[in-house]
């Protein structure tokens, strides 16, 4: 299947930093990423919709300042977790739509695990 | 936002024994994935169903999609120590006009004993 990798694949920051990452689809072009986050023990929950060129569509309850995305090509998505606590610590995983087949069927990245502290 | 029912919650099973885990919704979905997840990973696609009724099979795995288009189930058979790992189902609403995100089943956790 389609490879999409994320980095970093772990970060460790303190209170009030912000942090990067990145989501790449390796060997297909990805007109639509989204980003998860997912607690321990925990389902996935979508955060935002991210279109390439266009702004990203926000889940209900999740602040667009806080988690700023771009997708500025057709391969790559950032989330940038703005002045960051620690109840922003989470596992952060992005996935992206390959639009080639009918089935739109998405690939997941490894993952990003955030430990704000 | 809003979870699809998935049981059960956790399976503790002898290694050989096969296995059976079904998600249910309030709402329907033209699309059923089931996934894996490894700790500390992100979810690896398992099976794909995209027909109410379809019955389709990965190796072990065989999954059906609902013919209500609310429900599906994912068997495993004779499984192995390497099934261990948390299973998730999504359901999909595939548009013309995009979106098409997926919601997550609440994850069945599966152990297996030697």
């Known amino acids: 299947g389609a490879v999409v990798s994320q980095h970093p694949s772990r970060v460790i920051c303190k209170s009030g930093t912000s942090v990067k990452i990145e989501c790449r689809s390796l060997d297909f072009q990805a007109t639509t990423m989204f980003w998860y986050r997912q607690f321990p023990k925990q389902s996935l929950m979508l955060m935002a919709t991210s279109n390439e060129g266009s702004k990203a569509t926000y889940e209900q309850g999740v602040e667009k300042d806080k988690f700023l995305i771009n997708h500025a090509s057709l391969t790559l998505s950032t989330l940038t977790v703005t002045s960051a606590h620690p109840e922003d610590s989470s596992f952060y995983i992005c996935?992206?739509?390959?639009?080639?087949?009918?089935?739109?069927?998405?690939?997941f990245g490894p993952g990003t695990r955030l430990t704000v502290l | 936002g809003q979870q699809l029912n998935q049981s059960p919650q956790s399976m503790f099973i002898q290694e050989g024994e096969d296995v059976s885990m079904n998600c249910t919704s309030s709402?329907?979905?033209?699309?059923w994935l089931w996934y894996k997840q490894d700790p500390g990973e992100g979810p690896v696609l398992l099976i794909a169903?995209?027909?109410?009724?379809e019955l389709t099979s990965n190796g072990r795995l065989t999954a059906q999609f609902g013919i209500t288009r609310k429900d599906s189930f994912l068997n495993i058979s004779a499984s192995i120590p390497s099934d261990v790992g948390i299973y998730f189902c999504a359901g999909q609403l595939v548009r013309s006009g995009g979106g098409n995100k997926l919601t997550f089943g609440t994850g069945t956790q599966l152990k297996v004993e030697l």
């Open positions: 169903l995209y027909k109410a009724g």
């Open positions: 996935s992206a739509r390959d639009g080639r087949g009918v089935e739109n069927t998405q690939y």
């Open positions: 709402s329907i979905f033209n699309t």
